[in-house]
Antibody, heavy 113, light 110 residues
């Protein structure tokens, strides 16, 4: 199970950290991704962290977002800086096994002045 | 950039069979796995097909996936349509280390 928290209304240019607490499996033993969905739009992959700790980002967030994990808390994070209106979305964390086989319920980030 | 193209919407009657396509913009879709996700309104996506044609536990055998190398496309076929299958469906593959989603297809069962 995955439970995301941290979403809220925030002004453009602000920073926010999303958390994703996992249960039933070990975050560091899996590839973990963040996927977002803007209102009324499709799914957009944001970032992935590999078992090795290697990280990769979509061009739209590169240099602004950072994915990380805390092995002691079995939790995945997404640090979001320099937020833009177009970052407004529901953010899902996912476990990658055979595809993205476990999804959280999502947390809503609204970037607006 | 690698793009996956899906039809915006499809509709079919209960009991019938529908196929949703997913076409890659370049390269070979067959060289990377394709996944399919179902998303009902107000809910998180759920995987229905992994690695081109594998059905995760709990997914009915009415759902099947395939790859057509000649057209650089993947397909999701749902047979014996039920009203509960009405949802948005997304294909997903890879562009190097990046994950790529198709734009999604709204399936209406009427």
């Amino acid at each position: 199970q995955l439970v995301e928290t941290g979403g809220k209304l925030i002004q453009p240019g602000g920073s926010l950290r999303l958390s994703c607490a996992a249960s039933g499996f070990i975050v560091s033993s899996n590839f973990m991704s963040w996927v977002r969905q803007a209102p009324g739009k499709g799914l957009e992959w944001v970032s992935v962290i590999y078992r090795s700790g290697d990280t990769y980002y979509a061009d739209s967030v590169k240099g602004r977002f950072t994915i990380s994990r805390d092995n002691s808390k079995n939790t995945l994070y997404l640090q979001m800086n320099s937020l833009r209106v177009e970052d407004t979305a529901v953010y899902y964390c996912t476990k990658e096994g055979l595809g993205m086989d476990v999804w959280g319920q999502g947390t809503t980030v609204t970037v607006s002045s | 950039n690698f793009i996956l193209t899906q039809p915006h919407s499809v509709s079919e009657s209960p009991g019938k069979t529908v196929t949703i396509s997913c076409t890659g913009s370049s390269g070979s879709l067959a060289s990377n796995y394709v996944q399919w996700y179902q998303q009902r309104p107000g809910s998180a996506p759920v995987i229905v097909i992994s690695e081109n044609n594998l059905r995760p536990s709990g997914v009915p055998d009415r759902f099947s996936g395939s790859i057509d190398s000649s057209s650089n496309s993947a397909s999701l076929t749902i047979s014996g349509l039920k009203t509960e299958d009405e949802a948005d469906y997304y294909c997903q593959s890879y562009d190097g280390t990046n994950r790529v989603f198709g734009g999604g297809t709204k399936l209406t069962v009427l």
